[in-house]
C-alpha cells in the first residue's frame, strides 16, 4: 500500500461517460456537461462523513456512516473488530460508499482492503489528516481496524442538472 497522502485530484483525468440507466431517465451519449474527476476528487476528500454499505451473509444490505480520508484514489476509514461491517467486509471485501448528499451525488463501487496497522509512516499521515479534519488524533486500539475502499466504478450527479452531469468512471 502506498503510503504518501498524495491527492487523486491532481491524477490525469480518466475516461468517463455516463452511467448505465433505463431510457427513460433521458440520459444523453454526448458527455457535454458532465463532471470532472478532479472535482469529485475534491468533494471525497472535503466529506466529513461517508456512509458504507456491505453486504450481510443472507444477501441483506448494511449501511453506516464513517469518518475517512480520501488518499492516493481510496477511501481509508476505521472500524471496530467484530463490528456488522467487519464481519461482512471479512466475507465479502466489496463496499459501496456514498457522500452525505443526495442532491450532489457521489457513489463509488469499491473492492476494500485491511490497512496494514504496522505501517507506522501510514499511520502517521493519516494521524496528522485526522488531526487537520477532525480536530482529533486518530484512535488505534487493539480493536480498531482501518480498511481501504478502492473504487472500481465512480458514478456522479448533481440534482440540479440532471441528467446532464451525470458520470460514470471505470477506475479498474
Known amino acids: 500500500m502506498a503510503t504518501s ?3 487523486t485530484s491532481s491524477r490525469k483525468e480518466p475516461p468517463s461517460g455516463r452511467p448505465i ?16 474527476w478532479a472535482d469529485t476528487c475534491r468533494k471525497l476528500e472535503k466529506s466529513r462523513s461517508y456512509w458504507i454499505s456491505t453486504t450481510r451473509p443472507d444477501g441483506r444490505p448494511h449501511a453506516m456512516p464513517v469518518w475517512g480520508f480520501w488518499m492516493d484514489g481510496a477511501l481509508i476509514f476505521g472500524t471496530g473488530r467484530g463490528t456488522v461491517k467487519q464481519r461482512n467486509l471479512a466475507r465479502n471485501p466489496q463496499a459501496i ?8 451525488a457521489v457513489i463509488l463501487e469499491c473492492d476494500v482492503v485491511e490497512v496494514d496497522l504496522s505501517d ?5 499521515t493519516i494521524d496528522r489528516a485526522s488531526q487537520h479534519k477532525y480536530k482529533m488524533p486518530l ?3 487493539p480493536e480498531s481496524l482501518l480498511f481501504r ?3 472500481r ?6 440534482e ?4 446532464k452531469s451525470a458520470t460514470r468512471w471505470v477506475l479498474k
Not at 21 to 36: D, S, V
Not at 153 to 158: G, S, Y
Not at 160 to 163: G, I, R, S, Y
Open 5 to 7: 497522502a498524495r491527492k
Open 120 to 124: 507506522q509512516a501510514l499511520l502517521r
Open 21 to 36: 440507466m433505463p431510457p427513460f431517465y433521458g440520459m444523453a451519449k454526448r458527455k457535454k456537461g458532465t463532471i470532472k
Open 97 to 104: 460508499v456514498h457522500l452525505e448528499s443526495g442532491d450532489d
Open 139 to 141: 484512535l488505534v486500539v
Open 160 to 163: 440540479k442538472d440532471f441528467p
Open 149 to 151: 475502499a478502492i473504487p
Open 153 to 158: 466504478v465512480a458514478l456522479a450527479w448533481r
